[in-house]
Structures are given as C-alpha cells and as structure tokens.
C-alpha cells in the first residue's frame, strides 16, 4: 500500500492546509483502532507551535471519542514524551511537531508502550482508516480526558539519575529554540550546577526554529566565542536533536558528538559489539575515525526510523546522524538532544579534556550540502540527466569523495550532499548537480 500519510516520521505538512483538525480528529480515531487495548491510556505532547493547541485538542477528541483514556502533558520535548509514556504505563503517546521545521508546519507521530515508535504495520493500518478504506467507529461511552502537569519535572528527574554529574566548573550557553525544550533543558543544567545562559526561550508560537536553534548556528557560535563560555548547545524545535559549539565557537555537529560519544563508550566497555550505527549522510571522516579505533559501522538510510531499526535487529546500543539526532538506548528510546548533551558532558568531566580537543577524535572531509526545493520532487527517479551528471562527477571524485542525492522524507526538497578532498573541488562538483536538479525539476 502507497503511504499517502505517514513518512519516514508521522504525518507531517503545513497546518491547517494538510494538517488540519479533521485529519487529527479522524488520526485520533484511526490511532484508536490500532491500539490494542479497549481502553488505552495515550499521552498527548507538543510543541511551541501556534497550530499546536488546535491540532492537540482536534487529536485528543478523536482518542477520547473512541473511548481513549488521555493525559495530556503539554509543551514537553518529544524524547520526554516517549520516556513518559513507559514511566507512567500507558499504552501509548502522541507527540505534535515538526520538530526543526518552520513555524507553518506541524507533524503529529505515535510511540508504542514500550517507548518506541509505532510499527510499520501499525501506521498502514492508520492510513486505512485515513483513506476511508477502513471506519473507525465511535460507539459507546467517550473516555476520559486528564491532564500530567509535572510531565516536564518527572522527566528531568528521570533522565538526572541516569547521570552521576557535578557542572559546577562549566560555563554553558542554551539555544533552546523557542521550542520544547525552553524549561527543560535549562532546569537540567540548573540542577546540575552549571553556570548557564540561555536564549531563545521565548516561544510566541512564531518564533521556533526561526534563526535560532540547531538549524541556525550563528548565534549561538558568536555568543560561545565573544563569551568566553566552555561550550554551548543548541537544541531544534522538538528536542530531539542537539548540536554543540565549543570554546573558541566552531561547530561540533553530530558525527563529531557520536565519535566522541562511540569512543568514550567504548573505552568504558558501554559500547554494545563495539559497533555504531549511523546514516549515509555521514560524513567520510567518521568512518576513518572509527576504524582507527576499532569500532565498526553500521550504515542505514537516512532517518532516526532506520538507525533505530538496525540498532534493535543487531543488538547495537548507540547510533544517530550528523543533524545531532542520537540515540542512546542506555538513557531512552528515541533521539534526545537533553540526553545527548549530559553524555557529552560525561565524557568532558570524566576526561578533563575540552569540547575542542575531544573533537581532535576526527577529521572532517569537505562537505557541502543544498536543499532544493523543486516542483517536481517525484520526478527525481526518471530525471536520467541528473543522474548521468551524477555518475560524471563521481568519476572525477574516485575513492576521494561522494555524491548522495535524495528526495526529503519530510518536505518538497531535493538533497544534494557531496564530499571532496577539497573545499573547492566539493563546492564546484555540488554546485553543477544542484544546476542540473533545478534545470530538470524545476525550482519551487
């Protein structure tokens, strides 16, 4: 069956446009079909976003008339969310986002009872009920609708036992996004002792993601350096993911964070089958670190979904993408920029090592990657010139380079990624494809 819905992470597209209430209410019902229990208990998370509380509220009547017992959690952070869901026993969580999409955009995904998203199966079965080939009938009495007002404190409290950490010596900036994690984090490190800072922790429901966050580094780097601060992170509108910058203000992105972090594990023999697990968006240099230091790598598509896949089918405990989406199953079942960043600090505090010199773990091959926002995103498959411009480039690169071009699972956008010896050679071989993409897709 042909997803119209679901991508690689839930349902995600512009509120009110694709996703508008109907469709959350009918998901809702859809949701409850699936479950299998008569009565679950689902927990309901979101973001900052303005189209949140319509799309939450559209969403948790569809659960509660179909009979759903729903405890809504509020502004949480999707990790958080996930981690509650098996803390408090519920059968099932519902998270609304588009984590490091803009404002317009909204998304809305499902977790399971054991913290993990929904099954593949699960989500054809939802699509069904969204295609009106199956109906998800309202019978009987509605359920009940409760509310976790310390859902952000009870999940900060659970994630702090998990770390034996003193951040009295650390000076850190927080770039919160105006997203989820505008409480969350910070009152991790406040616990924790640290000396910190924080911007971007003024939602209005405009402002997430915008020129802030993981997705916008500058800022964060500007004040990092002009500040005289150990490091900082930044976090994306969902707090899922988590990007550092360290003293002297340079970006340490997530193949930096996961080297550092796969060494560290290893070294403390936390490093199940000494092995990682990573996406093909991963740049080249990774995987020479890691074989420097005996530790393999496992390579998926891009996603959390398939990094996570692999993970749970080869016993593998840690893996993530360069974006900063980690997980770490010692501390959760998804992607948690919180959790990423007290492991970090683990490794800083337990080394005596900087943010900088920890980096040194790795060298980074020239990259460069543009997203094109095309018209015709299906006809990427059958656009031959694209791809024979692809083959001649690649022969020009050899061994000391790649090219990987992908649709997004996410949004009208075309990736092109390339790598090369040189930040020249790279750029020039990068621009002629992005060229060729816009030539024979047209450009949005």
């Known amino acids: 069956m042909t997803r119209k819905f679901f991508g690689t992470d839930g349902i995600r597209g512009m509120a009110n446009e694709f996703l508008t209430a109907d469709l959350a209410m009918t998901l809702g019902r859809a949701a409850m079909a699936v479950l299998p229990s008569e009565r679950p208990i689902v927990l309901v ?31 949480i952070p999707t990790p958080a969310l996930a981690g509650l869901v098996v803390a408090e026993g519920a059968d099932a969580g519902a998270v609304i986002s588009a984590s490091h999409n803009p ?14 998203k929904l099954t593949d199966e699960q989500e054809l079965e939802m699509e069904r009920y969204l295609t009106g ?3 998800a009938e309202v019978s009987g009495d509605p359920g009940r609708i409760g509310a976790l007002y310390d859902a952000t404190e009870i999940y900060v409290d659970g994630l702090l036992e ?16 105006n997203g989820a994690t505008y409480r969350s984090s910070p009152l991790a490190f406040d616990r924790l002792g640290a000396d910190i800072t924080v911007i971007n922790d003024s939602p ?18 500007d004040l990092v350096q002009n500040g005289r601060y150990d490091l900082g992170f ?5 707090g899922d993911r988590v990007l550092a910058v360290d003293s002297t203000g340079e970006l340490v992105d997530g193949d ?11 070294e403390q023999g936390r490093l199940p089958a000494d092995t990682i697990v990573t996406t093909v968006m991963t740049n080249l240099g990774f995987h020479t670190a890691m074989q420097d230091l005996g530790i393999s790598v496992k390579t998926t598509a891009v996603g959390d979904r398939y990094v996570l896949e692999e993970m749970l089918a080869g016993g593998f405990g840690f893996g993530g993408e360069q974006s900063g989406h980690l997980i770490n199953l010692e501390t959760g079942t998804t992607g948690d920029g919180l959790a990423t960043s007290l492991l970090l600090l683990e490794v ?18 020239p990259q460069k990657l543009v997203n094109v926002r095309v018209k015709n995103l299906a006809g990427l498959e059958k656009a031959a010139s694209v791809w024979a411009r692809i083959d001649e480039e690649q022969a020009r690169l050899g061994d000391a380079g790649r090219i990987l071009v992908r649709t997004s699972g996410t949004e009208p956008l075309v990736r092109v990624m390339v790598e090369a010896s040189t930040e020249e050679l790279c750029s020039s071989v990068c621009d002629r494809i992005v060229a060729e993409v816009e030539l024979n897709l047209g450009t949005a």
């Open 256 to 266: 930096f964070i996961m080297a550092i972090c796969a060494n560290y594990l290893k």
């Open 348 to 365: 800083m505090s337990n080394t005596g090592a900087s943010l900088s010199e920890l980096a040194r773990v790795m060298t980074r091959l």
């Open 133 to 135: 080939e199956s109906v």
């Open 45 to 75: 998370g979101r973001d900052t976003r303005i189209s949140g509380g319509m799309l939450e509220a559209a969403l948790v009547a569809g659960l509660s008339s179909a009979g759903g017992l729903v405890v809504q959690a509020g502004v």
């Open 162 to 177: 998990q770390f034996d950490l003193d951040l009295s010596r650390f000076r850190i900036l927080l770039d919160c996004a």
């Open 204 to 221: 209005d429901g405009y402002n997430i993601n915008k020129d802030c966050g993981s997705t916008h580094m500058e800022q964060l780097q």
């Open 234 to 238: 930044a976090y994306d509108g969902d």
């Open 103 to 116: 404002y317009k955009d909204n998304g809305i995904k499902f977790f399971g009872s054991t913290g993990f």
